[in-house]
């Protein structure tokens, strides 16, 4: 069926919320792979603003629904980002060539929106990223070998090859799904880590609460209490046991207050290495958001402080201008970014840490990992987020962190979601929002790098461009084909392998002429229409 304007647009915005069913909270992986087919088709053979347009429309309906999180920080924000990222896609489906070389570029021009979006502005914003709803898939894996970009772009070229089957281009589909399969293959045989022989017991506290909630509107010394009460459920002799981000929150260094004493004091009763996620005011505008590392004997033993932070929730780019526009729950203070290694050494074991936002950002992870982290810490706070856009996707980070690090990981919310990744990226233990929960499991300590932690994202930037302009070299190639159309009229085919190009034109050239004069050929005359259908032919002869 012919797609008009009306039906294109349609079937864009389709295109998106597929996409974005695909992810969590909702985590309908398939839907992944036919939103990318879908794109495929909405972008086949249209002029660059039309391709931009449906860009747009993708865009709307995918970051619409699944960047809703954003209002609980400013409502302007949310309409601001979703409009811009929106437009990023439209940018990247306006320069994906239009014919037959978009199936080749179509999978890289999503890399590298995605990578574009992952690092800018203010340090990008990478969620809603198509490789979190292909978590709990069957792709999953390949997050090992490329991390995200290149899970995302598999997940592409998979719907790529089934659009391709459905428009019965059997060549196409068939080189799409081979790459498929390889990265699947490269996957299985990649590194993976592995184990040190040694292993720990990690104890997650969450104190539970209320969500939807601000620091405004919140007592921090009760955030606090709640703790270390749920922390009296901690089996005493628990090897590390850790705490939520900015549970602990003090108007300077935390050893000169009373919760410091008394977070000393708890690892000290329960004879445990304690993590704990720390908020240090800095004066009236800065503070500082850490992980401090107490001993068994009540001595802070390490600090790691946040280097990613959230914009518009832990500092406020152009705040004189955003001031006036955002509600009164923008944080008054800005953070003070951390300058070390993403990890805490105890004892027990060298620890990557990702303090909340970070986990979103495969960097952070790779760097605790490289500097012999030997088991992944995720400290968060979600609690000022309504619903669990948030944390059901950052769930789905923690698991692909674990599969690219090849690290067991463990996240804890005071609110919620907190759980158990292995580093095949299976859940354990998750817990549900609001309530108090105390989970411990016994896990292995690793070591090694997987190819996505020894190499990270930019080999794959690379591979985008490649393959995008790869993409519009086989498009010109062909255009220019499409000039020697007498040469594939003879030869009875089209440049596809499929039936022979003049009998689809149904043109009768070289037909017999009534009456047979003893079976010579009479060429026939060619009328206006036909001319027109041969130039088409030989300028562009992409499906729809």
Same mark, same amino acid.
């Given at each position: ?79 601001? #980002?979703?409009?811009?990222?929106? #437009?990023?896609?439209?940018? &990247? ?31 990008? %914003? ?8 292909? +978590?709990? &898939?069957?792709?999953?894996?390949? +997050? ?29 589909? #068939? ?10 293959? +490269?996957? =299985? ?17 969450? =104190? ?17 209490? !709640? ?5 009296? #459920? ?10 939520? $981000? ?34 240090? &005011? ?58 070390? /290694?993403?990890?805490? !050494?105890?004892?027990?074991?060298? %620890? ?19 500097? =012999? ?16 856009? %948030? ?22 919310? /005071? ?16 817990? =549900?929002?609001?309530? !108090? ?38 498009? %010109? ?34 037909? $017999? ?32």
């Amino acid at each position: 069926m012919k797609l008009t304007r009306g039906r294109r647009a349609l079937l864009a915005l389709v295109t998106g919320l597929c996409l974005a069913a695909s992810l969590p909270p909702w985590g309908w992986w398939p839907l992944g792979i036919v939103g990318a087919a879908l794109l495929d088709r909405v972008v086949a053979d249209q002029p660059w603003g039309r391709r931009a347009l449906a860009g747009a429309l993708v865009g709307l309906g995918l970051l619409g629904p699944t960047m809703w999180w954003i209002k609980d920080l400013t409502v302007p924000g949310y309409a601001i #980002a979703v409009l811009f990222y929106a #437009a990023l896609l439209a940018a &990247g489906t306006a320069l994906c060539p239009p014919g037959r070389g978009r199936r080749l570029a179509l999978p890289g021009v999503w890399l590298l929106i995605e990578a574009v979006r992952s690092s800018w502005p203010f340090g990008g %914003v990478p969620l809603s990223l198509l490789a979190m709803g292909q +978590a709990g &898939g069957p792709l999953a894996a390949v +997050a090992r070998v490329g991390g995200v970009y290149l899970l995302g772009l598999v997940t592409v070229a998979a719907g790529v090859a089934l659009s391709a089957a459905a428009a019965r281009r059997w060549r196409p589909a #068939a080189v799409a799904a081979a790459a498929v399969a390889l990265a699947l293959v +490269a996957a =299985g045989v990649a590194p993976r880590g592995r184990d040190t022989g040694r292993s720990v017991t990690i104890a997650f506290v969450q =104190g539970g609460g209320p969500q939807g909630t601000y620091a405004i509107e919140t007592d921090p010394y009760q955030v606090f209490l !709640r703790h270390l009460r749920a922390s009296g #459920a901690v089996r005493p002799g628990t090897d590390i046991t850790l705490w939520p $981000e900015d549970v602990v929150d003090t108007p300077g260094p935390v050893g000169d207050y009373e919760q410091g004493a008394q977070l000393a004091a708890l690892a000290r009763r329960k004879r445990t290495e304690l993590l704990a996620g720390v908020v240090e &005011g800095a004066g009236p505008t800065r503070f500082r958001n850490a992980s401090l590392a107490y001993d068994p004997s009540g001595r802070v033993i390490a600090r790691y402080d946040k280097v990613q932070r959230v914009p518009f929730g832990e500092w406020v780019p152009f705040r004189s201008l955003i001031e006036n526009f955002a509600p009164e729950t923008l944080t008054s203070r800005d953070a003070i970014a951390g300058r070390g /290694p993403a990890v805490l !050494r105890t004892p027990k074991a060298t %620890v990557a840490v990702a303090i909340s936002w970070e986990i979103f950002f495969g960097r952070r992870a790779r760097d605790g990992v490289r500097n =012999g982290g030997e088991v992944l810490v995720n400290p968060t706070n979600g609690s000022t987020y309504t619903g669990t856009l %948030v944390q059901s996707q950052q769930i789905a980070s923690s698991r692909l962190r674990a599969i690219e690090t090849g690290r067991w990981t463990v996240q804890a919310a /005071p609110t919620g979601f907190s759980a158990f990744v292995s580093p095949g990226g299976r859940v354990f233990d998750r817990t =549900g929002t609001s309530e !108090r929960v105390v989970a411990e499991r016994r896990v292995t300590l690793r070591r090694g790098l997987t190819l996505a932690t020894r190499f990270g994202d930019a080999p794959w930037v690379v591979l985008g461009l490649i393959v995008v302009a790869a993409g519009w070299l086989l498009g %010109v190639r062909r255009a220019h084909d499409g000039g020697r159309i007498g040469a594939r009229s003879r030869s009875g085919v089209d440049d596809e392998g499929h039936g022979p190009v003049v009998d689809q034109l149904d043109l009768h050239v070289g037909a $017999e002429a009534a009456g047979g004069h003893g079976g010579a050929e009479v060429p026939q005359p060619l009328d206006d229409r036909a001319h027109q259908r041969l130039g088409d032919l030989g300028t562009s002869r992409g499906d729809p």
